[in-house]
């Protein structure tokens, strides 16, 4: 599914370019979560021909600002912090699909009633782990709050607070809402927060209208046979 148009790619397709964002990921922050929002930048994850939507580093870095992890000013300092150290950025990148890739198959076990990879939670322990050694505790004037220490240039950064929401959701009682989209070619996640846990779609303005005009074409056309047949008959 084609969500959102890109804008003008340019040089902002490089690992370091803090140039604004290279693409509005818009609908695509809907599932109510940061980890399922990120499960869900592949499009058309069920099909043959899957749109990926993360690129690089910098499509990463771009997602994270519009998902609220970073501010701009810290996306633009990640961004040159990555132009000096490409390398990194590479593998950072390569870390998020992979993280990303693991939430997806762990959330879809979830949906499905099923025990997730044991490999899958591996893989979101490992970032967990790098996580916590950065996170505080530190003293306001209302009380106390985790908060990040000495990550300024830390370019995995973006992918904590993302490992953090998921082992936030799967051990609260909201994992029960979980849910993937029940179009045969979408596979997205998203919670479930309707009164009586009917939604089926993960948006009703894309997978949700797509599925009606199935329904009403292939009810037309068993109206069409049907009024053949008799005619033929006559």
Not at 155 to 175: C, F, G, H, K, Q
Request: proline fraction near 3%; hydrophobic fraction near 45%; charge should be positive.
């Amino acid at each position: 599914m084609v969500r959102q148009k890109k804008r003008q790619r340019g040089d902002a397709r490089e690992a370091g370019a803090p140039a604004m964002d290279v693409y509005q990921f818009g609908c695509g922050l809907l599932a109510a979560g940061l980890g399922l929002d990120f499960a869900n930048t592949l499009n058309s994850r069920l099909t043959a021909q899957p749109r990926e939507l993360l690129n690089n580093y910098a499509d990463l870095v771009s997602w994270s600002r519009q998902a609220g992890i970073l501010t701009a000013r810290e996306a633009e300092h990640l961004a040159r912090q990555a132009a000096c150290r490409p390398i990194e950025a590479v593998s950072v990148y390569e870390r998020g699909i992979a993280l990303r890739e693991a939430l997806y198959r762990i959330f879809a076990a979830v949906a499905g009633g099923r025990s997730p990879p044991a490999v899958d939670l591996e893989t979101l322990n490992a970032i967990l782990s790098d996580a916590f050694a950065f996170l505080r505790i530190v003293a306001t004037g209302h009380g106390f709050l985790w908060a990040w220490s000495g990550v300024e240039d830390a370019l995995d950064r973006v992918l904590w607070p993302i490992a953090l929401s998921v082992a936030e959701l799967l051990t609260s009682s909201a994992l029960k809402a979980v849910r993937e989209c029940a179009a045969p070619n979408c596979g997205w996640v998203f919670l479930d927060t309707t009164r009586n846990r009917s939604r089926r779609w993960c948006d009703m303005k894309v997978c949700g209208n797509r599925a009606k005009a199935r329904r009403h074409y292939k009810r037309t056309k068993q109206a069409r046979a049907d009024t053949d047949h008799e005619s033929n008959r006559r």
